[in-house]
């Protein structure tokens, strides 16, 4: 019997922890920004400078930015339990 040894192509690089929690922690630093921007509309209605209509969508994109990173969490969440869930 004759063995090889493989030798790849090219070199893989292994895949760097943080580029999952790169993702998910940009993802809920978008949102905090989007819920400054909704308190900046908020206190400039409240002062008399800023709309209804502006204060109205800056929430309801705040709203949505939080539902977003909300779907992610979870969803990342089920993903590790149906990995640590798996038999071996």
């Not at 790849?8 to 922690?25: E, M």
């Amino acid at each position: 019997m004759r063995v090889e040894q493989l030798v790849p192509d090219r070199a893989l690089a292994a895949p760097s922890p943080s580029v999952g929690s790169g993702v998910f922690g940009q993802l809920v630093d978008a949102a905090g920004a989007q819920l400054e921007r909704a308190d900046v509309a908020e206190a400039a209605f409240t002062s008399g400078h800023g709309g209804i209509t502006e204060m109205m969508v800056e929430r309801a994109r705040a709203d949505i930015a939080l539902q977003i990173a909300t779907t992610g969490a979870s969803r990342a969440t089920q993903a590790l339990n149906t990995i640590l869930g798996m038999q071996i």
